[in-house]
């Protein structure tokens, strides 16, 4: 099923984690371009739990909450299960802490608008800013990623600015083996490319804060995210013959789509 522009009704899922200081900034500029908010409290304080209830008061801002804290993945899975239950076809997910371009949302909503079923991604564009450990160890998911999808249609999997069509990423939401950490935004990427749903990429910036809030624990998140490696391995490995088949079919569609344009300037030029 293919889901018409006029269907089309998206909205924000942000996962917040403590980051009073500036989630009344980005709800304010998300709201500003015409989304409705959902906002996931995943066992906050009680000084930033005050200011999402103080939010909550707006127009079109949804609040849920996590009693404990359940990480990034199980806050963003309960706000995009959440959408889809009110009805929503898309959904911008966007960090709390500020490091996205908030300025680039309505051309990712527009892109998603123009491409419904595909998945739009964020390809972040750092500043200075970005702390050199965490680059160098981006470039090392990315070398796994293109492994266990044969391919080099992932840009980046880390980049939590992206808008997902919600009929095709439910599927995975209520599977067990997604997980629910810092891990989530790899995992989840990866088994859409699985599922063949396709995707687009918008370059964005991404500035890290000086002061900025960050929980990405250095020797536990590393930890995670080598399991998560050894997971998708296995995963791939059974989707091996699967993946090869689709390589090829799109060399060949690829191919093909060439020699068409080829054959139709020849005309053209005659």
């Known amino acids: ?49 005050k200011e999402l209830r103080r939010l909550s008061d707006l127009p079109q801002i949804t609040l849920l909450r996590h009693g404990a804290n359940q990480g ?75 492994t266990w999808t044969l391919s080099f249609d992932i840009v980046d999997s880390m980049c939590g600015f992206r808008v997902y069509p919600l009929r095709e990423t439910l599927p995975l939401l209520v599977k067990p083996c997604v997980r629910s950490r810092m891990d989530f935004d790899t995992e989840i990427l990866v088994r859409l490319h699985w599922n063949d749903v396709p995707m687009r990429w918008l370059k964005t910036a991404v500035h890290y804060p000086k002061d900025g809030v960050s929980h990405f624990r250095m020797w536990h998140d590393n930890a995670l995210m080598v399991t998560l490696h050894a997971r998708l391995l296995c995963g791939m490995l059974v989707r091996l013959p699967l993946l090869i088949t689709r390589k090829f079919r799109n060399v060949l569609v690829n191919r093909r789509a060439l020699l068409t344009k080829g054959s139709a300037a020849d005309v053209h030029r005659r």
């Not at 998300?30 to 930033?48: I, N």
């Not at 972040?124 to 160890?137: A, K, Q």
């Open 72 to 146: 990034k993945g199980a806050a963003v899975r309960t706000g995009l299960l959440a959408a889809s239950e009110r009805g929503y076809t898309h959904a911008l997910q966007i960090d709390a802490d500020g490091q996205h371009s908030l300025d680039d949302i309505r051309r990712f909503i527009e892109e998603a608008r123009a491409h419904p079923n595909t998945i739009i991604c964020g390809q972040p564009v750092f500043d200075e800013t970005i702390p050199r450990s965490r680059l160098y160890g981006r470039y090392f998911s990315h070398i796994f990623v293109w």
């Open 1 to 49: 099923m293919v889901i018409k522009e006029s269907h089309f009704h998206p909205c924000a899922v942000i996962p917040v984690y403590n980051h009073e200081r500036t989630i009344g900034a980005v709800v304010d500029c998300v709201r500003k371009q015409g989304l409705p908010v959902v906002l996931v409290d995943d066992g906050c304080s009680e000084v930033c739990a």
